[in-house]
């Protein structure tokens, strides 16, 4: 069962929007952190029921909210900047499909005030961890998809990710990832491949390492970041400096 203060919570955040929810049940899905499900919804539960709705987490819309993001954004830039390459819609893209953006975005909307975590994730110390912030944004992308559909979805995105679109440059800058990939490609060579782990941290704040491989390279580089994506460009950046192509 919800509180009144989970209640509460989801119809404030619900009147804060620009997307009017018809379904709430999603939007309170959509905050619901592993830690919570585990250590509070779950608590004392038969195994057998751990999988219904009352007792899921946003783990799902998170991976669902991440795809529904990126085809809004390559879409949006795919009609904003029609003579484009696809190189320099790749640009545009990696600088507003990232967990640094959707960690600011989640920030404006305050959604640490909303989440809801269990006792070993320290609501006060919320606002720091950036992946949970980032993760949560992609869970409420994904609630509004299920809410409606993907124009709504996309509506919503176009709305909130507005200041970041509209400061796009002419001369946005090459992310290392994508500058290092343009490399390769333009010298006929294997493009590099990214393994990544997770190497520390908590369940809830990990810590990734990405090995990076390189067929013309017997070195192996690594790097670690809060996300994969972090962790990524880290890595790139390091083969970059190796090879004499800083960005």
């Known amino acids: 069962m919800q509180s009144q203060t989970d209640d509460y919570l989801v119809l404030d955040l619900a009147k804060q929007l620009t997307y009017k929810f018809k379904h709430l049940?999603?939007?309170?899905?959509?905050?619901?952190?592993?830690?919570?499900?585990?250590?509070?919804?779950?608590?004392?539960?038969?195994?057998?029921?751990?999988?219904?709705h009352e007792s899921s987490d946003n783990e799902r819309f998170e991976f669902l909210g991440d795809r529904v993001l990126g085809l809004a954004i390559a879409t949006i830039l795919?009609?904003?900047y029609p003579l484009e390459t696809e190189g320099q819609l790749a640009r545009r893209y990696n600088s507003l499909v990232n967990h640094d953006i959707c960690t600011k975005i989640a920030r404006d909307l305050r959604l640490q005030a909303y989440i809801r975590v269990g006792p070993s994730v320290n609501q006060k110390h919320l606002t720091s961890m950036n992946n949970?912030?980032?993760?949560?944004?992609?869970?409420?992308?994904?609630?509004?998809y299920k809410d409606s559909d993907f124009q709504s979805a996309k509506e919503f995105i176009e709305c909130?990710?507005?200041?970041?679109?509209?400061t796009l440059t002419d001369e946005t800058?090459?992310?290392?990832?994508?500058?290092?990939?343009?490399?390769?490609q333009q010298n006929a060579l294997p493009l590099p491949r990214y393994k990544a782990e997770q190497c520390g941290g908590s369940a809830h704040d990990p810590v990734f390492k990405v090995v990076l491989c390189?067929?013309?390279?017997?070195?192996?580089f690594e790097a670690q970041g809060?996300?994969?994506?972090?962790?990524?460009q880290k890595v790139a950046q390091l083969l970059l400096v190796h090879k004499g192509l800083v960005i």
């Open 132 to 144: 949970i912030l980032a993760n949560t944004m992609e869970a409420l992308i994904a609630a509004i």
């Open 173 to 184: 800058p090459i992310d290392a990832k994508s500058k290092l990939q343009e490399w390769y």
């Open 25 to 52: 049940d999603y939007l309170r899905q959509a905050l619901i952190h592993s830690s919570y499900r585990f250590e509070i919804i779950n608590k004392g539960r038969d195994k057998k029921d751990i999988n219904n």
């Open 226 to 232: 809060k996300s994969k994506r972090e962790a990524q």
């Open 160 to 166: 909130m990710w507005k200041d970041y679109i509209n």
């Open 78 to 80: 795919f009609e904003r």
């Open 214 to 220: 390189v067929e013309d390279e017997k070195k192996i």
